[in-house]
């Protein structure tokens, strides 16, 4: 009798074993790519930093595609890398296809934000931590459903203290990277939540 919720089950521990092994291996290997590209700019004493964000420089526009996967250093790097594998896999695990489309609406808007209001070459993945940050609290907000809702104050409680970097304050921290990746963030929480209420409503009128 308890045949079919038993395999229901199986499957869907399947199912979440299967997403966060993906998610895993994504995270890992964007991580293993930073860290030889950064290990190649150390050798080349900052050639890739040309791939950074210039402001204001329309050919140089390209750059915002680029500048969130190159560093400032080793230094930079390493501050930046247990964030972003944390936040990475988690906002991954919540849904592949999801994660991939938040990270390009991240690193657009988050990119001409530095492009328009920043006065310096601008490099690094905080605008890519900042916006994994923004989208799971915002997923939390626009779901509401209970397990994001869970996540979205486990991450306040770790890394809320990411939000005093929106602050204008040190010259050599990008506020502007980080300001507009938390609302790329929350614009792709917002985004994709709205774009699935409504393929939902759709089948539900249309059945």
Known sequence: MSYIPEKRR????????TRALASAVLIGSVTAVMWVLELFDHAS???FDRFGIQPRDVNDLPDIFT???MHGGLGHLMANTVPFVVLGFIAAARGIAKFLVMSLIVIVVGGLGVWFTSSANTLGSSILIFGFF???VGRGIFERRLVDIAI???VVAVYGTMLFGVIPGDAGISWQGHLFGLIGGVLGAWILRRATTGRDSAGASSA
């Open 10 to 17: 199986s499957d869907g521990l399947a199912k979440h074993g």
């Open 45 to 47: 004493d900052g050639w």
């Open 67 to 69: 500048a969130p996967f």
């Open 134 to 136: 923004g989208y799971l």
């Open 152 to 154: 979205a104050v486990a």
